[in-house]
């Protein structure tokens, strides 16, 4: 079993959690459909995060603002995931199981991983900078790393796009 076990304790107000090192990986996978409501265009945000192999953490929910590219979204999407990562990575440090560091986090647009891992600003991502900082930040301390991950294996993907036909059904 991949994940901490919770044991119960003789104080019944209260549980003990008893965990293997190996344990304590947190991982963030992160879509974003760019721009598909179609009354306001903003796009829809969706990420899972993982501890140990079991989902804890999930989200979907329209974007804020309208993203003016694909790698915009995800880009938002990337710094909202990454924020729950390190509140749960700071709650298992609080109970003295720091988790292994870097957190990977899973994205399937190659453009907002480079935005991520690439130091210089340009005219087109300006609008993204403050997002920008947050992310950077996190690769910098090396506490995340971003990992490409195709888009039939990722997994917020059914989060964040309707299913089609061929999703429904896939005849093998």
């Known amino acids: 079993m991949d994940?901490?076990?919770w044991i119960p304790n003789p104080n019944p107000k209260?549980?003990?959690?008893?965990?293997?090192?190996?344990?304590?990986?947190?991982?963030?996978?992160?879509?974003?459909?760019?721009?598909?409501c179609p009354f306001d265009r903003r796009s829809t945000t969706g990420y899972y995060v993982f501890l140990g192999g079991n989902l804890v953490s999930w989200k979907s929910k329209k974007q804020s603002v309208v993203s003016r590219s694909s790698a915009e979204s995800e880009y938002r999407t990337m710094t909202n995931v990454i924020l729950e990562m390190v509140w749960i990575r700071d709650l298992l440090t609080e109970i003295s199981l720091p988790p292994k560091c870097p957190m990977d986090i899973y994205g399937d647009n190659k453009a907002a991983i480079h935005i991520a891992e690439n130091p210089v600003f340009h005219e087109r991502t300006k609008q993204?900078?403050?997002d920008c900082h947050v992310v950077r930040n996190k690769l910098?301390?090396?506490?995340?790393t971003t990992k490409h991950v195709s888009t039939i294996d990722q997994l917020a993907d059914i989060i964040t796009k309707p299913l089609g036909m061929h999703d429904i059904y896939a005849p093998a």
Do not use: M, Q
């Open 3 to 5: 994940s901490p076990i």
């Open 14 to 36: 209260s549980l003990r959690l008893a965990a293997n090192v190996v344990h304590t990986r947190v991982a963030g996978f992160s879509d974003a459909d760019w721009a598909k």
């Open 128 to 130: 993204i900078e403050v």
């Open 140 to 144: 910098e301390d090396k506490i995340i």
